[in-house]
């Protein structure tokens, strides 16, 4: 049983997942509808969640190594700060009717986030080895909320000021980070700063070379691209059958709730059955997913289904890959390793964004389901072939 200290530490680190998770989620609910709006080339309408993951890509590596310079919770509240200025371009963004100036609150949002992802890997720090795996599954748990915070105050603020759409939206924004700040300020984090370490660090080239290694990021780099490709073009399909906004906003709210939810108990299933089963039921219940999705157009029967088992295989594969990579690394390897780790994930989802807007305006949503199961097949393949070469060593 985790100490009292350790629990209130993921209780936290969970609250901050819920806020930014639910800055996220609001983002996308509405980033691809201002974004078809108001781009002068329709096949652009995705880039502004492109750039999203771009600035992710970008920020990963040198926040991950300004953690281990300066400490998690003084760069956790730079994250902060960064979104808040998201928001304010975001309000510039609606308020001018700058299709540019949202792919800069896109950039900052997507920069902030990529602090975030950083909660897992300290609630990874803060717990022994034998309950590592729950720590991030409950620190991820706190998405949840943002399934029905970030939808919902997305449609509920969108008509605050009735002459501009969705400022209100990006005003709410705001509001998430400043909670946000002050949850960080409750973190009682180590401080890792110059510890010395019992194994020295193995050269990079030595680390990354690891079959174990490699194959943790192949599936946290595809199951996360997968995710995002999906859902980034989700609403626009959704509006492309004339349904309503509220209609796209709780699709994507069920798929938040997908994403999150399985924190109850994927920690407790990767220490049964291990992590790399767990990241395989997340890649077939991918491919369930995109089978609904190609199944047909109505909201509860296809759209819903499929972007909830879209949320669930994410979290398997994700939290999956994210344990499987902390065990296969030194303490002393951790901080370049994750920084490597979370630039090869997000350039990957990057790519994906990138793609999915001119994939959908060219080829339409069904071309686009298909074209998602080609990654989902390749982790399965990896998966199949590291556990093969692990039964011929062993034999």
């Avoid at 609910?29 to 992710?56: E, H, N």
């Avoid at 401080?191 to 030595?206: F, I, V």
Wanted: hydrophobic share 55%; with cysteine.
């Amino acid at each position: 049983m985790p100490s009292p200290e350790i629990r209130r530490n993921i209780l936290f680190l969970s609250l901050c997942v819920a806020l930014s998770a639910s800055a996220m989620s609001l983002l996308f609910t509405v980033a691809a509808v201002i974004g078809y709006s108001l781009a002068p080339d329709k096949s652009l309408s995705t880039l502004p969640v492109a750039f999203t993951m771009i600035a992710m890509m970008l920020t990963t590596a040198p926040s991950a190594l300004m953690m281990n310079r300066f400490g998690r919770r003084a760069v956790f509240w730079v994250g902060s700060g960064i979104g808040m200025l998201g928001a304010l371009s975001g309000m510039g963004t609606v308020y001018f009717g700058s299709f540019w100036m949202l792919c800069v609150a896109c950039s900052c949002i997507g920069s902030a986030n990529a602090i975030a992802m950083q909660y897992r890997f300290a609630a990874a720090e803060v717990a022994p080895p034998e309950f590592r795996s729950r720590a991030i599954s409950l620190t991820m748990l706190g998405g949840l909320a943002a399934a029905f915070v970030g939808p919902n105050l997305a449609s509920f603020a969108r008509n605050w000021f009735e002459t501009v759409p969705f400022l209100g939206t990006f005003l709410a924004l705001i509001g998430l980070q400043v909670l946000l700040v002050v949850v960080i300020g409750q973190l009682r984090l180590p401080d890792t700063r110059g510890r010395q370490h019992d194994e020295p660090a193995r050269p990079l080239k030595t680390v990354l070379g690891q079959p174990a290694v490699i194959v943790a990021m192949v599936a946290g780099a595809l199951g996360y691209a997968v995710m995002s490709f999906v859902m980034t073009a989700t609403p626009l399909a959704i509006l492309d059958c004339n349904y309503e906004f509220g209609d796209a906003a709780f699709i994507i709210q069920w798929h938040v709730v997908g994403m999150y939810a399985p924190g109850f108990f994927t920690g407790n299933l990767i220490r049964r059955f291990g992590a790399l089963t767990i990241i395989q039921i997340g890649a077939v219940l991918n491919l369930i997913c995109l089978a609904f999705g190609l199944g047909g157009q109505d909201l509860m029967a296809n759209f819903w289904p499929s972007l909830v088992l879209l949320g669930v295989g994410w979290n398997f594969m994700f939290v999956g890959a994210t344990t499987f990579l902390t065990e296969n690394y030194r303490p002393a390897e951790q901080a370049r390793v994750q920084a490597i780790n979370e630039f090869v994930v997000f350039g990957t989802v990057a790519m994906a964004s990138l793609s999915a807007g001119s994939i959908y305006s060219g080829s339409g949503w069904g071309a686009l389901l298909y074209s998602a199961a080609l990654p989902v097949g390749l982790v399965m393949l990896v998966i199949a072939g590291y556990a093969l070469r692990r039964r011929r060593q062993a034999a």
